[in-house]
């Protein structure tokens, strides 16, 4: 059962690899160029997967981000995806060390000068908005207050040496708005009135509301996701086959190894209860050899035990427990249940009324202890019927009462209630 099992999780590992590795465009490139490059294709995605809270798809894009920026000499963008890992961090697993890798960013960006087709000003203005946004996550408004006054004043320095007034009217509007939102969490009712105006004066500038601005960003972001998803659409359609012909082949697999382990365990466990009542009867079978073995040591060292002893002695017990238990007047009682109660072999007491003086014979033993027995009830209850004193004293019938009694009383057992009544 256990090598299926490893050789099934084998097979599978080695389908899931195969899918992997098939030829799917690993980039844009790839799949027919990016007019925005291909470090900037890594951010969208990266800034997609991070937006969507999917934070371990957007480390790998950082890592591949940051290795291609490091790789290519691009200090700019090795920056802002070491900017983007800190976000990650602080929404994440350290949020302290996230923080101080964002700050760092921030303070190397505000001391590049402005250059090149990219500008590290720009960029600069992106990141406090992602700062605040770290620090408001956390409830350091008052950090993140800090950040968003230092962003409206870049954009007013950036609006002054000509950068595109809509795009920085809307960006001072986004950030009007989320610092009055921070002021009024802190109770900072002034500072509120002065940014509620700044936020109407950016406004009046705005060609159209920032919720048909934001259509527009997602419109475009999904018109670009359509053209690289048109090299891609073959392939994923193939390799997505590929993964539910896997699935529903792991499925059947391990619906027969559960089949087969429910069957197995199955087994097992009616095999364990029929092992667990034959050693409940092997135990209690030996139970009883012992208890056997110790009661035939126990007769066996009674009838030594008796052998020994005298005739006399023997007798005087036997006479000591006939008048304490007064088992004569059991009517059915005999030479085996004496001897049993006595723990002496029968043919031993058979012996012994063979050796008594008189020959007196079992029969008679009992007939004169009950006789005795008879004669004192008599006495004492001059009134009962001879047959109730009969059925009393153990004699087995009427007829060996009055027999008995007139041999050796030489009177009957009436005759003799009514000398006891006189």
């Not at 899931?16 to 470090?39: H, I, M, Q, Y």
């Not at 700050?103 to 960006?109: D, G, I, K, S, T």
């Not at 058979?350 to 008189?358: A, I, Q």
Request: proline share 3%; charged share 25%; with cysteine.
């Amino acid at each position: 059962m256990k090598n299926v099992t490893l050789s099934v999780a084998a097979v599978l590992s080695c389908l899931f690899l195969a899918l992997s590795c098939r030829s799917v465009p690993s980039s844009p490139e790839a799949a027919g160029g990016d007019k925005w490059g291909t470090l900037n294709w890594i951010l969208l995605l990266e800034r997609a997967s991070s937006a969507e809270e999917m934070y371990p798809a957007a480390l790998r894009s950082i890592d591949q981000g940051e290795r291609m920026a490091r790789e290519s000499g691009d200090r700019l963008m090795e920056q802002v995806f070491r900017f983007d890992r800190g976000y990650v961090q602080t929404r994440t697993d350290n949020p302290a060390e996230g923080l101080a890798t964002m700050q760092e960013v921030v303070a190397w960006l505000r001391v590049q000068p402005q250059a090149g087709v990219r500008n590290p000003k720009d960029i600069l203005s992106v990141c406090y908005g992602y700062l605040v946004d770290a620090y408001s996550s956390l409830g350091r408004y008052d950090e993140a207050i800090d950040a968003s006054m230092l962003r409206l004043d870049l954009l007013t320095r950036l609006y002054a040496s000509g950068g595109d007034p809509s795009y920085l009217d809307q960006q001072y509007s986004r950030t009007s708005t989320e610092l009055a939102r921070l002021l009024a969490l802190t109770g900072q009712a002034d500072s509120l009135t002065v940014a509620q105006a700044d936020f109407l004066s950016a406004a009046d500038s705005l060609e159209d509301d920032p919720l048909s601005q934001a259509t527009r960003y997602i419109s475009l972001y999904h018109l670009r996701q359509q053209e690289e998803a048109v090299a891609w659409k073959d392939a994923e359609a193939r390799r997505n086959l590929m993964i539910a012909l896997a699935a529903i082949l792991a499925l059947l697999v391990v619906c027969i190894l559960l089949f087969m382990v429910i069957k197995y365990s199955r087994e097992l466990s009616g095999k364990n209860r029929q092992l667990v009542r034959n050693l409940e009867q092997m135990d209690a079978y030996r139970q009883e050899v012992a208890r056997l073995k110790d009661e035939a040591v126990e007769q066996e060292e009674r009838k030594r035990t008796a052998v020994r002893i005298s005739d006399a002695e023997l007798a005087g017990r036997l006479d000591a427990m006939m008048e304490t238990e007064q088992l004569y007047l059991q009517s059915d009682l005999n030479l085996k249940t004496l001897s049993q109660r006595l723990a002496v072999p029968q043919s031993r007491l058979e012996t012994l009324f063979r050796n008594l003086p008189d020959s007196e014979s079992f029969s008679d033993y009992l007939n004169r202890k009950r006789l005795l027995y008879a004669c004192n009830l008599l006495k004492e209850n001059p009134y009962l019927k001879i047959a109730a004193v009969s059925e009393a004293a153990g004699f087995t019938s009427l007829s060996v009462f009055q027999r008995y009694f007139k041999k050796e009383m030489g009177m009957t057992a009436a005759e003799y209630r009514e000398a006891v009544r006189s």
